[in-house]
């Protein structure tokens, strides 16, 4: 067999195990978003609906006020970036890491890191920036008791002063074609709206607004977070679906053309041994 031929089919059977594992990866991909999605939106109901209940109770207060509410005199400034677990999901690590970048940069005073996936970790430690802790991308059974862990340390942190604002960068989810990195400001908390409308002035609160205030306001920093785990993982594993997709098709694209390649080859070479013989032929003849 000549070289070419035997190149050519060896180029066939890499690309197709290739496809093989892009296209495993593709469904696995799949599997985990249909999961994931459906936690995002049911969660966006409870969302909304828990911050709808913050207005209502925040306009029965006469002044509302809360240490989650009010700035301290804290130098430093905490981030909890929210980042990839995995690489082979397209753009996603690189649109995420290129948006800490700007807003780690955006600060005078002196950062503190949180960080969540091991992808994010290492851009920041190349950075320069050391990172406070390091915590794995849990899974769908851990997702919720790490979301409360890093409420809580937030809280904590803000509370105690050691950090004057505690800020979060996430990937939203829009659809699997479509994720965005956001910035936002989680501590402290941004200024409530207050439901002035409605029937909101009707409501019988017990206990008095104030103080059911004060307990909303920590379960609606342990939702955001919880959400942004929610989101990142929904919108890595979109972005990760939609990257094995292209590739699948690139490799299946790919071996059409080498096998049109390989049969192009293939006829030549037998056009070539029929010209041998039928010029050996003629030669016979003629001698």
């Given at each position: 067999m000549?070289?070419?031929?035997r190149a050519i089919?060896?180029?066939?059977r890499t690309?197709?195990?290739?496809?093989?594992?892009?296209r495993a990866?593709?469904?696995?991909a799949a599997?985990?978003?249909r999961?994931v999605?459906?936690?995002?939106?049911?969660?966006r109901?409870y969302w909304?609906?828990?911050h709808?209940?913050?207005?209502h109770v925040?306009?029965?207060?006469?002044?509302?006020?809360?240490?989650?509410?009010?700035h301290n005199?804290?130098e430093?400034?905490a981030?909890?970036l929210?980042?990839?677990?995995?690489?082979?999901?397209?753009?996603?690590?690189?649109m995420?890491h290129?948006?800490?970048?700007?807003?780690?940069?955006?600060?005078?005073?002196?950062?503190?890191?949180?960080?969540v996936g091991?992808?994010?970790?290492q851009?920041?430690?190349?950075?320069g920036?050391?990172?406070c802790?390091a915590?794995e991308?849990?899974?769908?059974?851990?997702?919720?008791d790490?979301?409360?862990h890093?409420a809580?340390t937030?809280?904590?942190?803000?509370?105690e002063?050691?950090?004057?604002a505690?800020?979060a960068?996430?990937?939203?989810?829009?659809s699997?074609?479509r994720?965005?990195?956001i910035?936002?400001?989680l501590?402290?908390?941004?200024?409530?709206?207050?439901a002035?409308?409605?029937?909101a002035a009707?409501?019988i609160?017990?206990p008095?607004?104030?103080?059911?205030?004060?307990?909303?306001?920590?379960?609606?920093i342990?939702?955001?977070?919880y959400?942004m785990?929610?989101?990142?993982a929904a919108?890595?594993?979109?972005?990760?679906?939609v990257a094995?997709?292209a590739a699948t098709?690139n490799?299946d694209?790919?071996?059409?053309n080498?096998?049109?390649?390989?049969?192009?080859?293939?006829?030549?070479h037998?056009?070539?041994?029929?010209?041998e013989?039928?010029?050996g032929a003629?030669?016979?003849?003629?001698g």
């Amino acid at each position: 067999m000549p070289q070419n031929l035997r190149a050519i089919r060896r180029k066939i059977r890499t690309v197709q195990s290739i496809a093989k594992i892009t296209r495993a990866m593709k469904m696995v991909a799949a599997a985990k978003l249909r999961r994931v999605q459906g936690l995002v939106e049911n969660g966006r109901a409870y969302w909304d609906a828990l911050h709808v209940m913050i207005g209502h109770v925040a306009a029965q207060s006469e002044e509302v006020s809360h240490p989650l509410l009010e700035h301290n005199d804290a130098e430093s400034v905490a981030l909890l970036l929210f980042g990839g677990s995995r690489g082979l999901c397209g753009s996603y690590n690189v649109m995420f890491h290129r948006e800490v970048e700007e807003l780690v940069g955006s600060f005078d005073e002196p950062v503190k890191l949180w960080t969540v996936g091991p992808k994010v970790q290492q851009f920041v430690s190349k950075l320069g920036h050391p990172v406070c802790n390091a915590v794995e991308m849990p899974d769908d059974a851990q997702r919720l008791d790490v979301a409360l862990h890093l409420a809580h340390t937030m809280r904590t942190e803000f509370l105690e002063a050691r950090v004057g604002a505690v800020y979060a960068v996430y990937t939203q989810f829009e659809s699997a074609m479509r994720q965005r990195p956001i910035a936002r400001r989680l501590l402290p908390v941004e200024p409530i709206e207050s439901a002035q409308n409605g029937d909101a002035a009707h409501y019988i609160f017990e206990p008095p607004a104030p103080d059911l205030l004060g307990s909303l306001l920590p379960r609606a920093i342990d939702a955001a977070v919880y959400r942004m785990l929610l989101e990142s993982a929904a919108s890595e594993e979109g972005s990760r679906m939609v990257a094995m997709t292209a590739a699948t098709d690139n490799a299946d694209e790919l071996i059409v053309n080498l096998s049109r390649e390989l049969n192009r080859a293939r006829q030549a070479h037998i056009t070539t041994e029929l010209l041998e013989v039928i010029s050996g032929a003629e030669a016979l003849a003629s001698g």
